[in-house]
């Protein structure tokens, strides 16, 4: 991508927003009244968000129990979205898959977008050969596709929720600098930055006080897109086996191991857990959508 | 601007080197070993000296330094060397499937780009109004939706409406097309759909930007057709930023359909890669990285310098 | 339902019976000439061509039609594990020491090249084979440990000399890995056959497009007069299961020789109707537990044993069967061989009773005993392929939750399980030995010694059982052989719990109901040079 340099913050809205967590509630709130769609994503993440904390209570059933007498069930009144190939309740494993979702998906768009924060920041400011060498490096992960590298990594490291959130953030990493850099780039021009220098403050503290702080828009623009990519990412490396691991409920999960040979004959093991992805990737997407409008109509290539 | 260029186009190279050298040391921290995966991956009777036999001959018994100063060797050969599943040339086995993968990659190209032009200037120009919800939506679905999973619903829409199936085995274009055709169409579809939504959203706010700048504003306000200002202004414009987005996405699409292609069954390099990383083929394995990087970089190339020529505002840095 | 004995004998009736006769006996009816077949290699790919030295069915589906062997299983009844014809071997004679073996060649075998196969070749190819020169790999080297040399005196007869007597030889010989190659091209290049084919079998090489297929056409000179029936075929390379069905269904391919789950199966009967026939078999491959014996507390028999006495085998293999490849109960030796334990003997080994309480409260009482807490949590390794591995993997943590252990699944892709498997760094551990010709006396050697075995995961040394399996390997006496077969099961599966079997696997194959002249065997490598199989026209 060409170095097209991001515009600074918008001064009405800087000087609107005393604190970084202030301006971003106040943005929050612009979108939620302004964008119906992202406020029906939102709904939908505070749905999924409660789903999670509260499955024991919701679910119907254990997710991990096995019936060989209730085997391919359909949906009914006893199981509402019926049973897979050992009788265990999709409902109960959609529900508590969930959990495997947001973990997934917090986890590694949190971790992968701080990280690319910290490193796209810093190389910024501090500019010429220490820039130079991290650019190169971010250029080496970024000429992977994400899946690639996350298959490698996963390879690798092995199986299991941590391991695939792991190998999941590390290509969002380079991602994420590469986008923070550009705003860094220009807010390390500003006066403040300059005054601060002038200050004689150390370089972690004019980078954690003064740059970061400015280049949140961004990076909460980067993580909200990252949340749905790593859904659909595990989902993929899932349906490959090199996932999460079974019995855990997961949705990528649902569907491999059977779910897509027996579609024909039991079409609700496929169908609803890859529903249960959609509308969670949807959501997260017409959340971040408008969180981007709100903060920075700009920044659309992500 | 020349010396911006040149620097740019040297630029390449380190970053190939970092992928090569990447590539080479993450595959060989790989746990397990190709030797024991081929010869004992069934069970059966293998002594540990016929295995050690093997490893001599793939040349795994050097050490790390020394293979990849004759993997670098080869190289500037431009030989990729022997895979070490199959033993054949890794070109020869990535020259198969980079047929089909080209030719998924530009059908879904084309669908996205029909999708994409007239649904993003529809919703850019019905700025928060039902038309733009709609594409929104729609765009942000096929964003949502996992490919591989709307490849498995069309399979099964198949199978349960028609009882039929897309043929399992790839013939070229030109020599069956009818054949090619409805074997490849259903994947690029499943893949186009999700392309078209990045490209659809891109077109809408590069229309949307530019319906902003000044001279459409006093174009319009000069009271041209609203019709012509669209054809000879702005979708010219807002061209830019959407011919990248697709020309990176088609890189992309060159070595990424991993998943898809496993779930059409496609003899593609996504597939190739697949089966190379759970088959702990190294040469494969590398070869493969490193063309698909190599795409990547050079489409990434390519469009700096459509930006440089096109666009004269751009900061060289 | 807890099995009564009077239950459990009927069920040994019934295996006995499926062993008898495939489940659709097909009809002696008049085969048709022509057409060609497409079929599912349920793989990526295959390592090389050369089947002397890989060991997967990735080889033999698609390759196999190419060659002969010099005796093959009967295809006219591949189940008889004791049933072998001549391929390129006209007749064969023992001598009276069982310490020779002369094989008359037929005259008529030619090469697809167009050179006559001799003995020269035979000899050649088994010494690569035997005595594989330094630097070739050949995977069945072990399996022919009783042979001194292979000798060809006269172009049509070739002789083996065995060092010692033993029933384990001509199962060995009739192994399907064992194509036939051509003396002056391995002279030429040992590795020729790595990446080419030059066979005498019923087909001759078409094309091999890598990741894709295989394609073969009829070979008019092949040496059985009248065969083979098909013009042709192709093996279509297809990893995932979902298009492999798909595939079947769809009428784009007829037969994935290997299995599919039985679900699957079921599904594609309500799909297709009666333009499916379906074949079942007991497989010979068998899925097993290895306790590692040095990590604690499985260094323990008495906790090998409770691990063992948990699982409900034959309510188990109730379940199981339903949506795994796996179902019949048994010992070491495969069921179907006829030196298998009968069900009294099984009944005596811990596990394989049909009192399920009474085991699992002996199963609670020997872990307390051995200082094993309530609630005490291992990891089970298992392989990352769905059947029957993971499938049964889910069960096995059910059946261990009900003696109170608390087992997690710890789940690897293929080349790290393995990896695992040799370095030893796991408590208890999923394994298989997946076997072609049913060869009960070779195919045990598995449980020897970790210094004797390299695919004896548990680790365990055991000079007895050792010393048992020597006794075995030279014991020609039928009557002798099996009760010597019952104290080494007995001190694998009971006294010392070395390893816990599961279950049996279960071969079902539903195919294209016009395909004919195929019969299904207890193994996926056996019965697959295609030569007597016709296509019904549609």
């Known amino acids: ?302 | 601007m020349r010396r911006y260029l040149v620097r740019r186009f040297l630029m390449m190279f380190p970053t190939l080197f970092g992928v090569a050298l990447f590539i080479f040391v993450l595959i060989r921290l790989l746990p397990g070993d190709i030797v024991q995966l081929r010869m004992a991956g069934e069970g059966g009777f293998v002594s540990e000296e016929a295995m050690q036999q093997e490893r001599q001959r793939l040349g795994l018994d050097r050490s790390i330094g020394r293979q990849f100063v004759d993997w670098m060797k080869g190289l500037t050969r431009l030989d990729l060397g022997l895979s070490m599943w199959t033993g054949r040339p890794v070109t020869y086995e990535i020259g198969i499937r980079f047929q089909l993968s080209l030719q998924i990659a530009i059908m879904a190209t084309l669908i996205a780009i029909a999708l994409a032009l007239p649904l993003g200037t529809i919703a850019a120009l019905y700025q928060d109004r039902w038309p733009d919800y709609a594409v929104r939506v729609f765009s942000i679905a096929g964003l949502a939706m996992p490919s591989f999973w709307l490849g498995i619903l069309i399979l099964l829409g198949f199978l349960i409406a028609f009882h039929w199936t897309p043929p399992m085995v790839y013939v070229p274009f030109w020599v069956d097309p009818w054949g090619n055709l409805s074997q490849l169409i259903w994947p690029a579809l499943a893949t186009g759909y999700r392309y078209s939504a990045v490209a659809t959203r891109m077109t809408r706010s590069a229309v949307l930007e530019v319906l902003r700048e000044d001279y459409i504003r006093t174009a319009r306000a000069k009271g041209i057709r609203r019709k012509l200002i669209l054809t000879r202004h702005a979708l010219k414009n807002a061209m830019l930023p959407v011919v990248t987005v697709i020309g990176l996405e088609f890189a992309f699409l060159i070595g990424g359909l991993v998943v898809t292609e496993q779930v059409f069954n496609l003899n593609g390099l996504g597939k190739l890669f697949v089966d190379a990383v759970t088959q702990y083929d190294y040469t494969m394995v590398q070869g493969l990285v490193l063309l698909v990087a190599f795409v990547f970089i050079l489409s990434n190339f390519v469009v700096d310098l459509l930006y440089a020529w096109l666009d004269p505002r751009i900061r060289y840095r | 339902m807890v099995p009564t004995s009077t239950v459990t004998r009927v069920s040994v009736l019934l295996v006995a019976l499926l062993l008898a006769l495939p489940v659709r006996a097909p009809a002696e009816e008049t085969p048709v000439r022509g057409g060609e077949l497409d079929f599912v290699v349920p793989a990526a790919g295959f390592p090389s061509m050369d089947a002397h030295r890989e060991e997967t069915y990735a080889v033999i589906h698609p390759l196999r039609p190419f060659y002969s062997l010099l005796i093959k299983v009967d295809p006219k009844n591949p189940s008889d594990p004791t049933a072998f014809v001549g391929d390129v071997a006209e007749s064969w004679t023992k001598s009276a020491d069982g310490l020779t073996y002369t094989f008359k060649l037929r005259k008529n075998v030619k090469f697809h090249d167009g050179n006559p196969l001799t003995s020269r070749d035979v000899k050649a190819s088994f010494d690569k084979i035997i005595f594989p020169p330094e630097g070739v790999v050949s995977d069945r080297k072990a399996m022919f440990f009783m042979v001194k040399s292979v000798e060809a005196p006269d172009p049509t007869t070739v002789v083996f000399r065995l060092k010692f007597a033993t029933e384990a030889f001509i199962p060995a010989l009739a192994n399907p890995y064992n194509w036939i190659y051509e003396a002056d091209i391995l002279a030429r290049d040992i590795h020729w056959y790595e990446t080419h084919v030059m066979g005498s079998g019923p087909f001759k090489f078409k094309e091999y497009v890598a990741g894709s297929h295989v394609s073969g056409v009829r070979n008019p000179d092949y040496f059985m007069p009248g065969l083979p029936y098909l013009d042709g075929f192709r093996a279509i390379f297809i990893k995932q299961e979902a298009p492999q069905l798909a595939a079947i269904r769809g009428g784009r391919a007829m037969i994935n020789f290997r299995a599919f789950p039985p679900k699957a199966v079921e599904d594609l009967r309500a799909a297709m109707g009666d333009k499916l026939a379906v074949q079942e078999s007991p497989w010979n491959c068998g899925l097993y537990l290895a306790p590692n014996h040095k990590a604690k507390p499985f260094d323990d028999p008495r906790v090998r044993r409770a691990l063992s006495l948990a699982l409900d085998r034959w309510e188990g293999s109730k379940a199981l069967s339903r949506v795994a490849i796996v179902k019949t109960v048994g010992g070491l030796v495969f069921p179907g061989s006829p030196l298998a334990a009968s069900q009294a003997e099984l009944q005596t080994i811990a596990g394989y009773g049909t009192d399920i309480k009474a085991a699992r409260t002996e199963a609670r009482r020997l872990l307390r005993e051995a200082g094993v807490p309530d609630g005490f949590s291992f990891k089970l390794h298992n392989r990352a392929v769905e059947q029957p591995y993971k499938a049964v993997g889910i069960w096995l943590i059910d059946q261990w939750r009900q003696i109170g252990l608390n087992v997690e699944h710890w789940v690897e892709p293929t080349a790290p399980f393995f990896a695992t498997l040799r370095n030893g760094n796991f408590q208890v551990t999923m394994d298989f030995n997946c076997q072609a010709v049913v060869n009960p006396v070779l195919d045990i050697s598995k449980f020897l010694s970790n210094d004797r075995s390299a695919s004896n995961y548990a680790q365990y040394q055991d000079r007895t059982l050792d010393g048992l399996y020597d006794e075995i390997v030279h014991e020609t006496d039928q009557g002798k052989l099996k009760s010597d077969l019952r104290r080494f099961e007995k001190r694998v599966l009971d006294e010392q719990a070395h390893y816990i079997m599961t279950l049996w696997w279960n071969r079902i194959v539903p195919y294209n109901a016009r395909l004919h002249g195929w019969k299904i065997s207890p193994s996926h490598y056996l019965n697959q040079d295609l030569a007597n199989v016709w296509l019904a026209p549609e």
């Open chain 1, 1 to 302: 991508m060409a170095d097209v340099a991001l515009p600074a913050l918008d001064v009405e809205e800087a000087a609107l927003a005393h604190g970084p967590a202030r301006r971003a509630l106040a943005a929050m709130w612009r979108f939620a009244r302004r964008k119906p769609l992202g406020f029906a994503g939102v709904a939908v993440v505070i749905v999924m968000v409660l789903t999670a904390v509260l499955a024991p209570v919701v679910a119907p059933y254990d997710p991990l129990a096995t019936d060989y007498g209730a085997m391919f069930a359909p949906p009914d009144a006893r199981h509402w979205l019926g049973t897979d190939s050992f009788g265990r309740d999709v409902l109960s494993r959609i529900i508590f898959g969930s959990r495997t979702a947001l973990l997934v998906g917090f986890g590694a768009s949190v971790v992968g977008a701080t990280a690319g924060l910290i490193i796209g920041t810093a190389s910024g400011y501090f500019g010429g050969r220490i820039d130079m060498i991290v650019q190169r490096i971010l250029d080496v992960f970024l000429s992977f596709p994400l899946i690639v590298l996350a298959l490698a990594v996963v390879a690798i490291l092995g199986t299991g929720t941590f391991k695939v959130i792991l190998a999941i953030l590390v290509p969002m990493v380079p991602r994420a600098a590469r986008v923070c850099r550009a705003t860094a780039l220009s807010v390390r021009e500003s006066p403040y930055v300059d005054a601060a220098r002038a200050c004689g403050y150390g370089h972690v503290r004019i980078i954690l006080r003064h740059m970061v702080p400015n280049v949140i828009p961004p990076y909460l623009i980067v993580l909200t897109a990252f949340l749905g990519q790593a859904i659909l990412l595990e989902a993929s490396l899932s349906y490959l086996g090199l996932g999460v691991q079974e019995p855990t409920p997961a949705w990528g999960l649902m569907l491999q191991g059977g779910a897509a040979e027996y579609a024909e004959s039991a079409p609700w093991i496929p169908i609803f857990p890859g529903l249960a992805i959609s509308l969670a990737v949807f959501a997260f997407n017409l959340f971040g959508d408008s969180l981007r409008d709100a903060l920075d109509p700009k920044l659309r290539t992500l």
